[in-house]
């Protein structure tokens, strides 16, 4: 199953200052989904911190590609990937106490990271802004949006009806000045 071949972005990209002052539909959102959503640190250490709940990552597929083969869907409008070089593609859960709450898909450009970071990417257990953070030093997160969408296959796994909405949010990941990944969240359900 692809989630992401049937994505349909139906409130485009925001960013989050423009989007907490004006979407009605943001505003009827329970505070705690707000601020994930908004969180530009780290979703990880903010959920755990939030739920009081260690936070699970289950790695659901990942492939390498070169970076030449966009999604222009996700990714029109920010800065691309060096092209020429071979990314990795993951997919991921982010579960808290057996409980889906966020589909996540990661591109992250592998040239120049050490064996030992790039190891930790590979194996797919530990969310990417903490691998980044605790081995490869200050991590950054540019390009923050928002945007509602409809993923019939997300929908459907999820035991929802296939034009249920979801939230998601984008963003890129530089560690110092390299860009290193660029990631979309689709917010399922909240703890």
């Not at 260690?54 to 999604?71: A, G």
């Not at 859960?93 to 057996?98: D, P, Q």
């Given at each position: 199953m692809d989630i992401l071949s049937s994505l349909q972005i139906f409130e485009g990209w925001q960013g989050c200052l423009s989007l907490t002052e004006k979407s009605a539909s943001f505003s009827v959102l329970d505070p705690p989904l707000q601020q994930a959503l908004v969180c530009d640190g780290s979703l990880t250490r903010?959920?755990?911190?939030?739920?009081?709940?260690?936070?699970?990552?289950?790695?659901?597929?990942?492939?390498?590609?070169?970076?030449?083969?966009?999604?222009?869907v996700l990714w029109q409008g920010l800065p691309q990937l060096p092209v020429g070089k071979e990314i990795l593609v993951r997919e991921a859960?982010?579960?808290?106490?057996?409980?889906?709450?966020?589909?996540?898909h990661s591109e992250m450009l592998l040239d120049g990271l050490a064996q030992v970071v790039r190891s930790a990417v590979e194996q797919g257990e530990e969310p990417l802004g903490m691998v980044f953070q605790e081995r490869d030093g200050e991590v950054s997160r540019q390009h923050l949006e928002l945007a509602r969408v409809r993923a019939p296959e997300l929908a459907l796994r999820a035991g929802m009806l296939p034009h249920h909405p979801f939230w998601c949010r984008r963003s890129l990941f530089l560690t110092g000045s390299v860009m290193r990944a660029r990631i979309l969240e689709m917010f399922l359900a909240w703890p």
């Open positions: 903010h959920l755990e911190t939030t739920t009081g709940k260690p936070l699970r990552v289950r790695l659901e597929r990942q492939t390498l590609r070169p970076s030449w083969q966009e999604n222009l859960w982010l579960s808290i106490a057996r409980k889906d709450l966020i589909f996540a």
